[in-house]
């Protein structure tokens, strides 16, 4: 039989077999090429050994420029805790007058937050023995007070209660007195 003959025979019974069998005669050449070479290595850095020039010091890169020399100036300010050193205590930011207050039975932890930190403006930290306390206040001032006057009393009243107060020359301490 000649290759004719087959064709016509191969064509005869599926007209895509003569198609398929030329894809695959030049498919065939593709596959004796050798596979590609590896790609070349990632160099790595190996670290420079030290000459016998190693400097102790950071490298500087540009101009050198000379020392300047700086002239001492004015002292500073004494600080709030430096003048509690020498015996003077730190004056409280208190505006003139507060308002009039009237606290009806409440608990000793929102007393001072009522009394220091919003009728006074003051930054207050409570001691956690203080926080968790549960006694009750009351206290009716019945007109506008000094400012002085009404944080005066309020320490009072929290020494009625073995409670006290200091300030550091930024925040007022809340703390029992041990």
Known sequence: M???CSTKLVSALNPAIPVLCLCLLLSLPGCNEAPPAPPDPIPTFQPKTA???TRTGPMVIGPTRQRETVASGPSPPVAAAAAVEQGVPPRLPLPPVAEALSLEQVALPAFINEVFSKTLNLTVQIDQRV????????????????AEELFRMAQNIL????????????????????
């Open 2 to 4: 000649s290759i004719a």
């Open 51 to 53: 000459g016998p020039n």
């Open 131 to 146: 926080v968790t306390r549960t006694d009750i206040v009351t206290l009716r001032t019945g007109r506008r007070l000094p």
């Open 159 to 178: 020494a009625g209660y073995g409670v006290g107060a200091s300030w550091d020359g930024s925040v007022l301490h809340i703390a029992p007195e041990d």
